[in-house]
Structure formats: structure tokens, C-alpha cells
């Protein structure tokens, strides 16, 4: 049993591991969806994670159809694991790349590319 005082750090590590690596905010769903088409005009978006995420620290920015780079105001409030705004929009393809600060302290990114429809 000498080796024992080793072992139990190493346990620990395998026993956690799985709750610290659920805790990464994922992007789980989205509207405007993933390659989907949305109608012009003030479009609401809604990001959904699969873990509480820290708004105040968190960021979406717009791509429009002409490159240009914009940064969406989040709603302050609102659920825990859903980041929400608007911007009226006309006809193109966009991308909104999400940025985010999950309880864990990690941060997460992704990119949503949708198009606005005549």
C-alpha cells in the first residue's frame, strides 16, 4: 500500500474529468438555425447552450453580406443558457460567431451562417 498516497490524486483527476469536460459551453441549438433562411426586416436571435453561460462576458459579432463586422447587443437578462438580440437585416448571407464564458471558466466559439431571403 506505499503507492497509494499516489493514487489518490490520480483518481480524483479520472473521477472529474467528465463533469469539468461537461461544463465547456456547447452551442446546442439556434435561430436563426445553422444554414438556415430567415425573412428580412428585425430578425430575433436566440443562441442556446448546454450549460449557464456568463452573459456579461460573452460576445456576438454579425458578418454581413459585405464583410463588414458588427457586435450585437446581448439581452442583459434572460435564462441562464441562452444568449438573445435583434438586428433588422436585409437580404444576404450572414454569419454570427458566437463567443462565450461558461461557468467553468473556459471559453467557447463558433460561427452560425444563415441567410436573409428576399
Known amino acids: 500500500m506505499p503507492h497509494l498516497p499516489r493514487l489518490v490524486p490520480i483518481l480524483a483527476a479520472l473521477v472529474l474529468a467528465p463533469a469539468l469536460a461537461q ?3 456547447i452551442l446546442v441549438q439556434s435561430s436563426p438555425a445553422a ?5 428580412p426586416g428585425k430578425v430575433a436571435m436566440e443562441f442556446r447552450f448546454n450549460s449557464r453561460i456568463d452573459r456579461e462576458r460573452s460576445r456576438l459579432t454579425l458578418t454581413a453580406p459585405d464583410h463588414s463586422q458588427s457586435v450585437l447587443p446581448i439581452a442583459p437578462e434572460g435564462p441562464p ?3 438573445d438580440t435583434t ?7 450572414y454569419v454570427v460567431r458566437w463567443q462565450v464564458l461558461a461557468v467553468d471558466g473556459h471559453i467557447t466559439r463558433g460561427d452560425v451562417p444563415f ?3 428576399n
Open 81 to 83: 443558457d441562452i444568449l
Open 87 to 93: 438586428a433588422n437585416l436585409t437580404p444576404g448571407a
Open 35 to 39: 444554414g438556415g433562411t430567415t425573412a
Open 23 to 25: 461544463a465547456h459551453a
Open 115 to 117: 441567410t436573409v431571403g
